[in-house]
């Protein structure tokens, strides 16, 4: 590997000399998500996600706990979040235990995950959960801090509108 990393930079150099007039600079854009990234891996896991046993048989598990952790780490996540749930409630048809399952994750991680770049979350789900007959509204709100609205911070907003066999839910983060 080191090898090749060598011979490159030497082809670099030799492609982009003074003659072109271009000054390259190559910098570790990931380093401080590397250290984190090592420091949430030496939190024991199975310690914190015991209390989402119940949760682990079923498909969306993994997936389901890989993309929170994304998101809680990384701002401007609401696209992904929002696009994730509207898939999950196309193909599953027990919506609320699913709607559970991000609730209970979503605490547990943000007060777990030390490095989180997220101040608070709000989900609003509405639509027609397990196929009743009338369509329902559902509020997930997990924050560090009390207010949500504020003049200077940044809010990260997406809808996504998600078709399933009981009608459509509209998904909002």
Same mark, same amino acid.
């Given at each position: 590997?080191?090898?090749?990393?060598?011979?490159?930079? /030497? #082809?670099?150099?030799?492609?982009?000399?003074?003659?072109? #007039?271009?000054?390259?600079?190559?910098?570790?854009?990931? @380093? !401080?998500?590397?250290?984190?990234?090592?420091?949430?891996? @030496?939190?024991?896991?199975?310690?914190?996600?015991?209390?989402?046993?119940?949760?682990?048989?079923?498909?969306?598990?993994?997936? =389901? *706990?890989?993309?929170?952790?994304?998101?809680? $780490?990384?701002?401007?996540s609401?696209?992904l979040?929002?696009?994730?749930?509207?898939?999950q409630?196309?193909?599953?048809?027990?919506?609320? /235990?699913?709607?559970?399952?991000?609730?209970?994750?979503? *605490?547990?991680?943000?007060?777990? $995950?030390?490095?989180?770049? *997220?101040? =608070?979350?709000?989900?609003?789900? !509405? #639509?027609?959960?397990?196929g009743?007959s009338? %369509?329902?509204?559902?509020? %997930?709100?997990?924050?560090?801090?009390?207010?949500?609205?504020?003049?200077?911070?940044?809010?990260?907003?997406?809808?996504?509108?998600?078709f399933?066999?009981? =009608?459509?839910? =509209?998904? @909002?983060?």
């Amino acid at each position: 590997m080191i090898l090749f990393l060598e011979t490159f930079f /030497f #082809g670099l150099t030799n492609f982009i000399s003074n003659k072109y #007039g271009i000054c390259l600079i190559l910098e570790r854009q990931n @380093k !401080k998500l590397n250290i984190l990234k090592h420091k949430f891996l @030496k939190i024991k896991r199975k310690q914190k996600l015991i209390s989402l046993r119940k949760y682990k048989q079923n498909s969306f598990f993994k997936e =389901g *706990i890989n993309l929170l952790t994304i998101c809680l $780490v990384h701002t401007n996540s609401s696209i992904l979040l929002a696009k994730y749930l509207a898939t999950q409630f196309q193909i599953l048809k027990h919506h609320n /235990f699913f709607f559970r399952f991000i609730k209970n994750a979503l *605490i547990l991680l943000n007060n777990k $995950v030390f490095f989180s770049k *997220i101040q =608070g979350i709000k989900i609003q789900i !509405k #639509g027609r959960f397990n196929g009743n007959s009338r %369509a329902k509204s559902r509020i %997930a709100q997990i924050s560090k801090r009390p207010p949500f609205l504020r003049k200077s911070s940044n809010i990260s907003y997406f809808e996504e509108t998600s078709f399933s066999s009981n =009608g459509t839910f =509209g998904i @909002k983060i």
